[in-house]
């Protein structure tokens, strides 16, 4: 089953997240994701989500049958990335067939990302406290998902003669 996420709606959950901790954070945890909040860090943050989605796919191996980072190729390079730039990239992998709803493993695979780049960006500010925490909610997502990808057991039962 192909699952196709967007940058655009990775990097709102993140700015999301970080909206909910500035409002309700003490001061020293505001400095950290303010700058989340502000246009100028758009690009990064694409950039940040990116890489994310690529260390989630990693995580998923050898689930994983195909993936795509917005029309990357293994044999070229991605070209100039500009950190300035906010575009929406397409971010893609194909699983094998689920046993859960598509839209709900589509969720939590944005999930994953999103708390995955939460924690990317609390380690750039030398807070590894937050970012582990960010990053538990990263693999509990993930691991969410390898759930759904493996079959329910079913014991075998043999018929009576």
């Known amino acids: 089953m192909l699952f196709s996420l967007s940058t655009a709606v990775i990097a709102d959950t993140v700015r ?6 500035i409002l309700s954070a003490p ?20 950039i940040m989500v990116k890489n994310a ?3 989630i796919v990693l995580s998923l191996f050898p689930h994983v049958t195909d993936c795509d980072l917005d029309g990357e190729t293994a044999s070229a390079g991605p070209g100039g990335q500009d950190a300035a730039d906010d575009p929406d990239m397409l971010l893609s992998l194909e699983l094998p067939a689920v046993s859960a709803s598509g839209a709900v493993i589509r969720r939590h695979l ?4 999103a708390m995955r780049t939460l924690s990317s ?5 030398e ?3 937050r970012a ?14 390898l759930s759904s990808l493996t079959p329910a057991v079913r014991p075998f039962l043999r018929p009576m003669v």
């Open 53 to 55: 989605f690529a260390e």
């Open 132 to 145: 582990g925490a960010y990053e538990a909610l990263a693999s509990a997502s993930v691991s969410s998902v």
């Open 127 to 129: 807070d590894t406290a």
């Open 121 to 125: 960006w609390c380690l750039a500010a």
């Open 27 to 46: 001061d020293d945890e505001k400095t950290i994701f303010d700058p989340l909040m502000r246009s100028e860090t758009r690009g990064r943050l694409g």
């Open 110 to 113: 944005e999930q994953a990302v």
């Open 16 to 21: 999301a997240t970080a909206a909910c901790r």
